[in-house]
């Protein structure tokens, strides 16, 4: 009872809504939410808190009490912005700011705010140190850390500046490399912020402009990690062809999808037959999963989507790399479809190609892949099907299946215009014949028409450029020219890994690279003077070049006037080393003489205070004779005196005693 009014009546007499539909619960989900709701709370206390004069409230203190959740985030950010009038496919973007990819874009750093730390560069057997780029020349010997517009000038000239280790580390270059003679790598390179004394890793061109090589020095003793092999799949499990409820696949979509594919789980019995993953390869895995990330729900279309409303569920795994082609083998079982990425699984893996078969369903999909053993397995985007193969075998695969196609590897795409072709042809006429020309092109459409009888442009896609851009062809020549829109591989410039806080330290100090909106789109910036002012520009350039003649008059009677210097039959350079070498060698020797002078007045200096040392002590000692014959002299004196008083102070005999 308490399932049903929580379900359909709140209170269950009159209500006509559901509760949870109207606080954002999807249809489909709501009488699974009820019954987990009862289980996990109860009837009584729900049942009670229903007949309540604020329903809804109590229920959801009870769910509060034992964390129970009613209604889901997802759910209350759609309710949220449904009833505001939104869409609820992200977050907005403020105006104003720039994406953090722009940002990265535009780091600066400053050469003279960074330091390489010692030892990280060896040339000629031993440690080189960093120098400024200002003692740049033929006796340098170092590395030398400089912006891209700093070093352009060297490596335009393509010329050794010394002959011993000497190299430059060049910053902000572009990925494609530098257009220069020298010899030049891609180098990763510790360096540290001199204000905050932080670390950055840097990437950088390495240009050697010494005729002793620089290298990176190698660490004796490096620490080791142990690090898997391993490739990125893409995931993506689709709701019109799960074997389950999407309700239960979305509450544990990873769950759904090791349940399907038994080799994204790790079985450690020996000897088992189970379907998982036994590491017969000995790989040093503890799982078949190593790491998962960039869980999506999403609908038609790839765009973000509640998970209640969701039709697509997409995540991205790395596996080891010995698992790849039994995973890919099985894409398509249940709903669950894998797609080989990069490592960063910002694109798709290079190594396949997927052959699109349009207009087949599943089962004719399926056959296909059991008659062509070069099928890896089966791709699916939206409502598309195709096989996957890898791509030294996608071109045969390509003609066995659709052989009036026109195949197009994998490659930057570029678009060109092709013409004038008759009116009565089609896209098939039109590939065919240029494929008889050496040139693998697909049209996509006539674009416009030729003046007169002459016939249409069509525009076409290739991936290399033709042989030649002039075709001969029965109703006349064609000309192929690449389109303006057509895609460029724009060079990115390569990005120090560091703390947010250090990279703004070791900026360029307000210096950057973008370019002023304003000046970008300015209305003005093509303007061409029309017929009106046309006289008067005319009339401009006409006294421009009367100025010019006359300068050039009086520069020519002034050089006339002035006296003729005979030029020297040959360069005094020479002379002038002599003479320098000259005055070099006379202020050597007069420094020599001055360290002799020196070096003998200071032995005559030592030889005096030599001799003044043994007169000093001569004369103590002999003061110190007189003052001891001094001293007993005194003391005789002193003991005559003495025996004189005692004689006189003696007792003498009596006159009268002697009577």
Not at 338 to 354: G, N
Not at 418 to 440: C, F, H, M, N, Q
Not at 455 to 465: K, R
Request: with cysteine; net charge positive.
């Amino acid at each position: 009872m308490a399932l049903g009014i929580l379900v359909w009546n709140v209170p269950f007499r009159n209500c006509r809504h559901c509760m949870l539909v109207e606080h954002g619960v999807p249809t489909d989900f709501v009488q699974s939410r009820a019954s987990k709701a009862v289980k996990a709370i109860g009837a009584p206390d729900i049942l009670k808190a229903l007949e309540s004069k604020n329903p809804w409230k109590n229920v959801k203190a009870l769910g509060t009490n034992i964390r129970f959740q009613f209604i889901l985030p997802e759910e209350l950010q759609a309710q949220i912005t449904r009833r505001a009038g939104k869409e609820a496919v992200g977050k907005p973007v403020k105006k104003g700011v720039a994406s953090r990819s722009e940002a990265d874009e535009n780091i600066t750093l400053d050469p003279e705010k960074l330091t390489i730390p010692p030892g990280s560069f060896v040339g000629g057997g031993h440690e080189i140190v960093q120098l400024p780029l200002s003692m740049l020349g033929p006796l340098s010997e170092g590395i030398v850390v400089a912006t891209w517009q700093q070093a352009e000038p060297y490596l335009k000239t393509s010329q050794q500046l010394a002959k011993g280790p000497l190299a430059m580390l060049v910053l902000h270059g572009p990925t494609g490399g530098c257009q220069t003679s020298l010899v030049h790598s891609k180098v990763t390179v510790p360096a540290r912020c001199s204000l905050n004394n932080e670390p950055l890793l840097l990437e950088a061109m390495l240009v050697q402009l010494g005729g002793v090589q620089v290298t990176r020095a190698v660490s004796q003793a490096p620490v080791l990690i142990d690090a898997v092999k391993v490739v990125t799949l893409k995931l993506v499990v689709y709701k019109d062809e799960c074997s389950q409820p999407w309700e239960e696949v979305t509450a544990a979509p990873m769950r759904y999808i090791i349940n399907h594919i038994p080799l994204l789980k790790l079985c450690k019995q020996q000897s088992c037959t189970c379907p998982h993953w036994h590491n017969a390869e000995k790989v040093e895995a503890t799982e078949a999963i190593v790491d998962v990330w960039r869980r999506q729900f999403l609908r038609t279309g790839y765009k973000p989507e509640p998970v209640g409303s969701s039709t697509i569920f997409s995540v991205c795994i790395r596996v080891p790399e010995c698992l790849s082609e039994r995973l890919l083998s099985c894409s398509g079982g249940a709903g669950v479809y894998l797609e080989p990425r990069s490592l960063d699984s910002k694109s798709v893996s290079a190594d396949y190609e997927v052959v699109w078969v349009p207009k087949a369903g599943k089962s004719e999909l399926c056959h296909l892949r059991q008659v062509n053993p070069a099928v890896v397995g089966i791709a699916r985007v939206n409502d598309r099907y195709g096989l996957r193969v890898r791509t030294a075998q996608a071109a045969a695969l390509h003609k066995a299946i659709r052989p009036d196609a026109v195949y197009l590897s994998n490659g930057t795409r570029q678009n060109y215009m092709v013409g004038p072709i008759p009116y009565g042809t089609d896209r098939k006429a039109l590939s065919k014949a240029l494929s008889l020309s050496e040139w693998e092109a697909k049209p996509l459409q006539p674009v416009s028409a030729l003046t007169g009888e002459r016939g249409v442009m069509w525009s076409v896609v290739a991936v290399c450029d033709p042989p030649t851009n002039i075709l001969s062809m029965s109703h006349g020549d064609v000309v192929i020219t690449k389109s303006k829109d057509a895609a460029q591989d724009v060079s990115k410039a390569m990005k120090p890994v560091a703390a947010p806080s250090t990279i703004s330290l070791c900026g360029a100090g307000g210096k950057t690279s973008r370019e002023d909106p304003w000046v970008k789109a300015d209305p003005w910036g093509q303007y061409v003077p029309t017929s009106g002012s046309t006289a008067q520009h005319v009339g401009l350039t006409a006294a421009a070049e009367s100025i010019h003649q006359l300068e050039s008059k009086i520069e020519s009677a002034v050089l006339a006037k002035l006296p003729q210097v005979v030029a020297m039959d040959q360069d005094d350079v020479s002379e002038r080393v002599q003479q320098l070498e000259t005055r070099f060698n006379q202020m050597a020797q007069r420094q020599q003489q001055l360290e002799t002078v020196v070096h003998d007045q200071g032995a005559q200096q030592a030889a005096q205070l030599s001799q003044m040392q043994s007169q000093m002590n001569a004369q103590g000692q002999q003061l110190a004779g007189h003052m001891d014959a001094q001293q007993q002299h005194i003391q005789n004196m002193f003991d005559s005196q003495m025996a004189q008083i005692r004689g006189l102070l003696a007792k003498r005999p009596r006159d009268n005693e002697h009577e």
